[in-house]
């Protein structure tokens, strides 16, 4: 049987607002702050992991950066899953012997930047989309939202429910972006961005990094903190351009989803906790169903009325998630460092998921292009 | 916006300029293939040829975009659309001359978009 890996340290950089930090500075200072929860330092670290559009090879810059030159480099960029997806590598990597300790690391200003939709020529396939100023991504989910609610008779109060949740979770958490509760009416009184979608259905924007550290479990003896061992992983992709997703209403994670559990040995009953990358309110009813935790169309009863808030049967996007905790552009490592601190316990009262011993991580990129699952449970 | 034209794309926008939508059939499989590329992406085969496109079709989805950024902002809101062609291939576009629902049928109509003349869609009165 090959050697397991283990999530041994977690952690974010400064979030929100962060004029004083570099997208290379944030992922530093994340890096030092889980190497140091882990009890490592930089050189153990022999696998390097990141994704990004600053810079030509993000992987090399932030190497080059944090003085290390590792001997293994993976800069997958399949955007905000992008991390999932690294975990599922590192592992692979980790079982077979080529790294034992690995660092993935994110970092964005994009708040600060204000580096969203900068004017640039729209080359190769992007040529049949952007020239018709679609705002991007929000518009493409918008597109999802409105066959999703034909389809199946949803409406926008239902997906408004994840929004409330997620401020409930939010509220708890003084990392969080927006702490002030809201309801399913503010969530529909919000400004009208692409229809169906209201403000409050959409993702923050904020800077922000972080960072999370693997080890090989012959190095756990070594290891600060109690390890989050990775019991199964899977990635996919479907599309590129919302134009060519073959249904708008299931995304990859019904590859990604039931490839991670089977590795696992696990099914969806197991879960004590679930993280799901929330850009919209529209992704999170999506890829419920697509991972099967409900049938199609199910999603909005299965989320109703604060079953996946604090104190729900269904803990979910526990910290706030990208609607109210964070969101630099390409969230996914924040789902895994917060279901990382749930299956250790790192928290008191409301905020811990209690006896949170089974973990789901799941990571969707680009317009619901890519999606990573990752299964985690406590050592 | 400048869109960069390439060796693909040159009789797409040559189309363009010409009234007409022209979109690619694979001559092994018969897949309708859009957007232009070099092998069809059913199967994998290198015999494209061009074809006008009917210009009809159906609405697979829609949205109005109330907020747009940079040369589009002072156009919103408009709609845009995934329409189904009725040769089987969709696309991205925009509904002009009147708003849709889903299943509505449309048909080819050229308008412009942030300078560009561009394939939109107006609803089959």
Same mark, same amino acid.
């Given at each position: 049987?090959?050697?397991?890996?283990?999530?041994?340290?977690? *952690? /974010?950089?400064?979030?929100?607002?962060?004029?004083?930090? $570099?997208?290379?500075?944030?992922? &530093?200072? #994340?890096?030092?702050?889980?190497?140091?929860?882990?009890?490592?330092?930089?050189?153990?670290?022999?696998?390097?992991?990141?994704?990004?559009?600053?810079?030509?090879?993000?992987?090399?810059?932030?190497?080059?950066?944090?003085?290390?030159?590792p001997k293994h480099l993976d800069g997958t960029n399949i955007g905000g899953s992008s991390f999932e997806a690294h975990v599922g590598h590192a592992v692979?990597?980790?079982?077979?012997?080529?790294?034992?300790?690995?660092?993935?690391?994110?970092?964005?200003?994009?708040?600060?930047?204000?580096?969203?939709?900068?004017?640039?020529?729209?080359?190769? *396939? /992007?040529?049949?989309?952007?020239?018709?100023?679609?705002? $991007?991504?929000?518009?493409?989910? &918008?597109? #999802?939202a409105n066959r999703y609610m034909y389809e199946h008779g949803v409406t926008s109060e239902q997906m408004a429910e994840v929004a409330v949740s997620a401020r409930d979770w939010a509220a708890l958490n003084p990392k969080a972006y927006y702490r002030d509760p809201i309801t399913v009416d503010d969530v529909l009184a919000s400004e009208m961005i692409c229809e169906p979608l209201h403000k409050l259905d959409c993702c923050l924007v904020t800077d922000g990094g972080g960072a999370v550290v693997l080890a090989a479990e012959d190095r756990w003896p070594d290891v600060a903190a109690r390890p989050v061992v990775v019991l199964g992983h899977g990635?996919?992709?479907?599309?590129?351009?919302?134009?060519?997703?073959?249904?708008?209403?299931?995304?990859?994670?019904?590859?990604s989803g039931p490839a991670a559990m089977t590795m696992a040995g696990v099914s969806h009953t197991d879960f004590d906790v679930v993280e799901i990358y929330d850009s919209f309110t529209i992704t999170v009813l999506l890829t419920l169903e697509s991972l099967g935790f409900c049938k199609p169309g199910e999603a909005g009863d299965f989320v109703r009325a604060g079953r996946t808030g604090p104190g729900g049967e269904f803990p979910m996007n526990t910290n706030g998630g990208g609607l109210s905790y964070t969101h630099p552009g390409m969230y996914g490592i924040f789902l895994l460092i917060e279901a990382t601190r749930q299956l250790r316990g790192d928290f008191a009262g409301a905020r811990q998921v209690t006896d949170a011993e089974l973990a789901l991580v799941h990571g969707t990129g680009g317009v619901l292009s890519s999606t990573s699952t990752?299964?985690?449970g406590r050592g | 916006m400048e869109i960069a034209v390439d060796t693909e794309s040159r009789e797409f926008w040559?189309?363009?300029?010409?009234?007409?939508?022209?979109?690619?059939?694979?001559?092994?499989?018969?897949?309708?293939?859009?957007?232009?590329?070099?092998?069809?992406?059913?199967?994998?085969?290198?015999?494209?040829?061009?074809?006008?496109?009917?210009?009809?079709?159906?609405?697979?989805?829609?949205?109005?975009?109330?907020?747009?950024?940079?040369?589009?902002?002072?156009?919103?809101?408009?709609?845009?659309a995934l329409v189904d062609l009725d040769e089987g291939v969709r696309m991205l576009t925009r509904i002009v001359g009147g708003t849709v629902a889903i299943g509505d049928r449309v048909e080819l109509e050229f308008a412009t978009a942030a300078g560009n003349q561009l394939p939109c869609f107006r609803p089959v009165a």
């Open positions: 049987m090959s050697r397991r890996a283990g999530i041994v340290g977690v *952690a /974010e950089s400064d979030l929100g607002k962060t004029p004083h930090l $570099t997208v290379l500075s944030q992922q &530093a200072t #994340a890096s030092v702050a889980a190497l140091a929860e882990a009890g490592l330092g930089f050189a153990d670290v022999d696998g390097l992991f990141t994704a990004g559009g600053w810079s030509w090879s993000p992987a090399i810059a932030l190497a080059e950066y944090l003085g290390i030159q692979a990597a980790i079982e077979a012997g080529l790294i034992d300790v690995a660092l993935i690391a994110y970092g964005s200003t994009q708040r600060t930047d204000r580096s969203r939709n900068q004017p640039r020529p729209a080359t190769l *396939a /992007e040529q049949y989309e952007r020239p018709y100023g679609l705002p $991007t991504p929000v518009g493409a989910y &918008a597109l #999802a990635e996919t992709t479907t599309h590129n351009g919302i134009a060519q997703m073959p249904d708008l209403t299931v995304t990859g994670a019904a590859r990752v299964v985690l | 040559d189309g363009v300029a010409a009234g007409e939508l022209r979109i690619q059939r694979c001559e092994a499989c018969g897949h309708a293939v859009f957007y232009p590329r070099a092998l069809c992406p059913s199967c994998h085969c290198d015999r494209l040829v061009w074809i006008v496109a009917s210009g009809r079709g159906e609405v697979y989805s829609y949205t109005v975009a109330h907020r747009a950024f940079g040369e589009f902002a002072t156009e919103a809101p408009f709609t845009v």
